[in-house]
């Protein structure tokens, strides 16, 4: 049985604007050289294969999945800059996105990854795993509790280190609108000396990746605050489709 | 002037680096005490309906190197040909086949092997039907923005041929690229789907 939803809900999603995200070659972001496509895209209307999506229920979630202060911790907390990151995952239009999965993942607090491929010499926090999620609320709404990540050298260029970032991957309600991104720190200035940043063409775009200082959400004495929104795809009206049974 | 159509902009993408596994995959990388199990992991559950399969493959590079730092995310419909999620209005999918599946590539040899069933066939937004196919999402170190493409069955050459999207594929020596031929490993079903990022045997990746 059909159920209908409400109007401007239910047809194919915005295109993406694919001179907005950065471009699969990025020189100097080395590694992309070898992995970016040289032919174009194809580009193909949605189909349900696209519009569908697989839905993640809050079951899933443990008491501790989004505190990453304790989700690892054996003998204490994690040790370094108590944040919090909180925001709402909205659609190009500004809708809400509800029940969204966000899984996160960062470096702890010296800028070391708990990876087994991870070799650089700051050490492993015994009590930091560094990964979490969230299932966003009807508001769209989700938050969690970490530790600052510290900025991190990698070898592209010779003297190259990552800015400070939190890794973001977010299901919104279909698989079009599947995204993995990166939120970087309100004043941190690596953010624009980071090949993998400047590969966002503009500037403009580059900003909506960086999370403002929220000294409203700040925990007096405890806890300070940033706040990302994350815009997944919007979706186009249907008022003026020719829809064929079937789709 | 006009007036403003009020509109957000995507947030851009970023790649998911090396370490994407902390994230996704933890337990995979020895991460075990903060999830039960990795999301997506589990194979196809036995009760599901439909042919049990098997895809297997791996990602190559410009250079014809392997991956061994992707990860690759599947979403597909079930037996029938219905998905398993949100936005499917034609009915109610089998409720023991989840549709989506998420795997990195092996550390040291860069295979992927997801056990699934061979989805049904999905309609094209003009009722034509599109043959049974796979869609593939992969990330890696190194890629910006997430990568779509789909496979197809090598053994479903008439649907294959009526498929609207290869159809629309204008190079018809890059169809090949997308359909995986089927063979037998110890009886079961077995499609070896080999992903190109770039160069001769370039995969077609789609704008969807």
């Not at chain 1, 970490?146 to 070898?155: D, E, L």
């Not at chain 1, 890794?167 to 609108?177: D, E």
């Not at chain 2, 392997?66 to 936005?87: F, K, N, S, T």
């Amino acid at each position: 049985m059909r159920n209908e939803p409400a109007p401007n809900h239910n047809g194919a999603f915005y295109q993406r604007d694919r001179s907005w995200h950065p471009p699969a070659f990025t020189p100097d972001y080395k590694t992309s050289v070898l992995r970016s496509p040289k032919h174009a895209l194809l580009s193909l209307t949605n189909t349900l294969s696209e519009m569908t999506g697989p839905v993640f229920g809050h079951s899933m979630l443990g008491p501790l999945d989004n505190d990453l202060i304790r989700n690892f911790a054996t003998t204490g907390d994690a040790i370094g800059p108590r944040i919090i990151v909180h925001g709402q995952v909205l659609d190009e239009d500004g809708r809400p996105v509800p029940g969204a999965l966000v899984e996160y993942w960062q470096a702890n607090a010296g800028g070391r990854y708990r990876h087994k491929k991870e070799s650089y010499l700051a050490a492993i926090d015994p009590n930091f795993g560094g990964c979490g999620r969230s299932i966003t609320d009807e508001e769209g709404r989700y938050w969690f509790r970490t530790i600052k990540p510290g900025a991190y050298p990698w070898p592209n260029g010779v003297n190259d280190w990552r800015p400070a970032h939190i890794h973001f991957s977010i299901f919104g309600h279909a698989f079009a609108q599947r995204l993995i991104t990166q939120m970087y720190f309100e004043g941190d200035p690596m953010i624009w000396q980071c090949p993998i940043v400047m590969g966002i063409p503009s500037k403009e775009a580059v900003e909506t990746l960086v999370a403002a200082l929220d000294r409203a959400a700040t925990i007096p004495m405890d806890t300070l605050a940033y706040k990302f929104d994350i815009i997944l795809r919007g979706r186009r009206s249907t008022m003026f489709e020719n829809r064929m049974e079937g789709n | 002037m006009v007036q403003s159509l009020n509109r957000l902009q995507e947030s851009p993408s970023q790649t998911a680096g090396p370490y994407v596994h902390i994230g996704t995959t933890p337990n995979f990388i020895g991460i075990n005490s903060v999830y039960p199990e990795d999301l997506g992991l589990r194979p196809c559950p036995a009760e599901a309906k439909g042919e049990r399969i098997i895809v297997t493959g791996q990602i190559f590079d410009g250079s014809g190197s392997v991956l061994r730092d992707a990860l690759i995310e599947i979403w597909q419909a079930d037996a029938d040909g219905l998905y398993p999620g949100r936005g499917e209005h034609r009915g109610a999918a089998d409720p023991n086949f989840p549709g989506w599946f998420r795997q990195p590539v092996d550390g040291s040899t860069g295979v992927y092997r997801f056990e699934t069933i061979k989805p049904g066939q999905v309609p094209y937004p003009d009722g034509r039907k599109m043959a049974p196919h796979i869609t593939f999402w992969i990330v890696a170190r190194g890629i910006n923005v997430g990568l779509h493409t789909r496979m197809y069955f090598g053994d479903e050459p008439a649907a294959n041929e009526a498929d609207p999207l290869l159809g629309r594929v204008e190079l018809k020596v890059r169809v090949p690229t997308l359909i995986a031929e089927r063979r037998e490993d110890n009886g079961v079903p077995c499609y070896k789907f080999d992903i190109h990022l770039q160069g001769d045997k370039e995969t077609i990746f789609l704008d969807i």
